[in-house]
């Protein structure tokens, strides 16, 4: 099966889910599609902001500098010396085929996948909709990597709000694409219960260091038509990203759990 991964380009959490990718022995790697969240980023900076937070974004823009200065450095370091902390340097270390878009549904990309002869389309973190004629080009369609057990949490910051309601397990869903967000089948689900103190940022690396583990069994779920549960009629509600006030109420209610010594 040939299998195409698309990503956020300033993602990190998921780099382990694509080494895994690249190391099976069920699929081949055709291509590696990075959003552009940074032009977009610089082209509406506020929104960018009010979506992450000021805090989110300055952590975000040093690992970007870095990166950049990592990925010029290991041009000059003997091969496998520098281990990547991102996807995107992943791709670059390995010389794997990869290309930077901002927009997943222009013709031009469509005319890519359909070249590629990509089988399935793997979907982990990205802030772009998939359209329909996109989702439609690969055999199998589109596998999205979604941290929260859905129909629960559906939206782009599902960890963050999975804390804010201090929910005692969390999880990983495999689910079908559709055009509707996070609303396609379920191929596969796996729970994890939430250690006291956890915050953010390990909870997202634990639930992706899971889809890592069951990447391969999903995808042999996926080539032999299997599906769990159909979320058309299930309820479940629809969370954004979090406001500068949500953030800080975070704060406070993870120190507030954090026991005592």
């Given at each position: 099966m040939r299998v195409a991964f698309l990503t956020n380009r300033t993602s990190r959490d998921n780099l382990v889910v694509l080494d895994r990718l690249t190391m099976s022995?069920?699929?081949?790697?055709?291509h590696v599609?990075?959003?552009?969240?940074?032009?977009?980023?610089?082209?509406?900076?506020?929104?960018?902001?009010?979506?992450?937070?000021f805090r989110k974004l300055l952590t975000k823009a040093a690992q970007l500098v870095f990166g950049k200065l990592r990925i010029v450095l290991s041009k000059w370091l003997p091969c496998g010396w520098m281990r990547p902390q991102s996807p995107l340097e992943l791709v670059?270390?390995?010389?794997?085929?990869?290309?930077m878009v901002d927009n997943m549904n222009s013709q031009l990309v469509q005319q890519h996948l359909q070249q590629s002869g990509v089988d399935l389309l793997i979907v982990c973190i990205c802030k772009q909709i998939l359209s329909r004629p996109t989702l439609a080009i690969p055999k199998y369609g589109g596998l999205n990597i979604h941290p929260s057990l859905l129909p629960k949490?559906?939206?782009?910051?599902?960890?963050?709000?999975?804390?804010?309601?201090a929910e005692s397990q969390s999880g990983v869903t495999f689910q079908r694409m559709t055009a509707k967000i996070d609303q396609g089948p379920i191929v596969a689900q796996y729970a994890l219960q939430i250690q006291t103190g956890v915050d953010e940022a390990s909870l997202s690396r634990q639930l992706f260091n899971m889809a890592a583990e069951h990447l391969n069994e999903t995808i042999l779920r996926v080539k032999n038509n299997e599906t769990q549960t159909s979320l058309a009629n299930c309820s479940g509600h629809y969370?954004?990203?979090?406001?500068h006030q949500d953030r800080r109420e975070l704060s406070q209610r993870l120190k507030a759990r954090i026991p005592s010594r």
């Open positions: 022995d069920q699929v081949e790697l055709a599609y990075f959003f552009d969240t940074l032009t977009q980023g610089r082209q509406s900076l506020r929104k960018t902001i009010r979506e992450f937070g670059i270390f390995r010389g794997l085929p990869h290309s949490y559906r939206g782009p910051a599902p960890v963050f709000w999975v804390l804010y309601h969370f954004s990203f979090p406001t």
